[in-house]
């Protein structure tokens, strides 16, 4: 055994003597995709019951809002209502595709459940979406990864003209001025309203035209888009 | 890792040696000197464990699997972070060699070839027990630019004797390399292209693959057709800890 891993396990030893009932958490949050930006980090501690969204289920209006145009404001006041805590915004704003927050401080109280969410831009309605993740009562590191939902409240036309309203047709920006123009626009033939996996975008490679304002070389992904690291301390 | 071990065995050597000269320096004296004590050689007590992947794609074969094992506070890539010069050339040529070199790599083990679409193979590694700590494994897909898969950081001190951990693993993009898919940049048998470019002109930041595009979707340039697209996960890995 070398003086590193004595170290270690000294470290080790001297988490798990701490209380099981300590409910601080350090998170961090990294971007997996290629090309796609995450607007403002939704981060929420809750009771069992609880949800932000759930997959099958219709997006509440406050996901819509989330999901269309990023705004995280109702989803936070309904956590908050119920008693829950948050951390809103802690990239300070967008998060950039391949980086990563870190150091987020959550103090989850008595709450046991933890979920994330944030718009994936340029999309219509795609999210990065963690839902009611059990926080361990056991000290330690854990990491897993975070699948892209569609709310299913926009069709997916990938054309990028400014509408992030819930109910407006459209993409709001795409940050990395990558996006293009005048597509004539996808048609979105699904009618599932309800919260799914996202079936990603297509995009084209006509900046100018074509059926997508996407780019295919840039803002496609496959899942899962984030990965996700709680110290439960 | 295994220095203090090494060191042991050499004193061990050492003392061996010098008492023998001692003994003969003093043949005919026959006074009660005490004979030295030999401390007996320790033999390295050896932990086992066999890694089976699973290549899990449609038509992407894998570059011969690298089992690397390594020190616990080392990895072999970081999603977010620039890829190693060792990396980028696993991911843009299949070539695993240059892990070797990396910072905290103790042995690199390679699979017997190609990993077939939907071939297993089992690779078998050896470990003295003062060296258990990480384990990566790590191969390109190679009908890619620069996509490659695999596992790094496995902790091997959680797994007891007949465990097994079974991983599911996603594919990386390397981000030394444009996702062109154009003739001549793949080295797989889709194109027969350049391997290893020292240039990086992606975003290098080693994150998720967004994907094949394939020419059947629209990318004109495009060597690599429908079948070359992936979802993941891309490799199924079993680690067992057989002894």
Known sequence: MNINKLTKALFITSLMSLPASAAELEISVTNLTHGNYFTPLLIAAHDMDSHLFQAGEMATPALQKMAEGGDIADLDAAVTGAGGVTVANPAMGLLAPSAKVDSIMLDSGDMTHLSLTAMVLPTNDAFVGLDAWKIPTEAGTYTFTVNAYDAGTEANDEIINGGGASGTPGIPAAPGGDGGMNATGIMDNSNNDKVHIHPGVLGDTDMDGGVSDLDSRVHRWLNPVARVTVIVK | ?243
């Open chain 2, 1 to 243: 890792m295994n220095y203090p071990i090494n060191i042991f065995k050499r004193n061990a050597i050492a003392l061996v040696a010098f008492t023998a000269i001692g003994l003969a320096g003093c043949s005919d004296n026959d006074n009660d000197t005490p004979a030295p004590v030999v401390p007996p050689v320790v033999a390295p007590v050896m932990q086992d464990y066999s890694v089976t992947v699973t290549n899990l794609t449609a038509n992407q074969p894998m570059s011969p699997v690298a089992v690397v094992a390594h020190s616990n506070d080392s990895t072999l890539w970081s999603t977010g972070m620039p890829a190693s010069v060792a990396l980028e050339i696993l991911a843009e040529s299949g070539d695993s060699s240059g892990l070797t070199d990396e910072t905290g790599v103790n042995e690199l083990l390679s699979g017997a070839g190609i990993l077939v679409p939907g071939g297993t193979e089992t690779i078998a590694i050896s470990l003295e027990q003062a060296d258990v700590a990480d384990l990566s494994v790590v191969t390109m897909l190679v009908n890619t630019n620069d996509a490659f898969t695999g596992t790094t950081g496995f902790d091997l001190a959680t797994l007891a004797v007949n465990d097994t951990s079974t991983l599911r693993v996603i594919a990386y993009d390397a981000g030394t390399e444009a996702n062109s898919e154009a003739k001549g940049t793949i080295p797989g048998p889709a194109d027969g292209g350049e391997g290893f470019n020292a240039a990086r002109d992606d975003n290098d930041k080693v994150h998720a693959h967004p994907g094949i595009i394939s020419m059947d979707d629209g990318l004109m340039d495009s060597v690599l057709s429908a079948s070359h697209r992936f979802d993941n996960p891309v490799l199924l890995i079993k680690v067992t800890r057989t002894k």
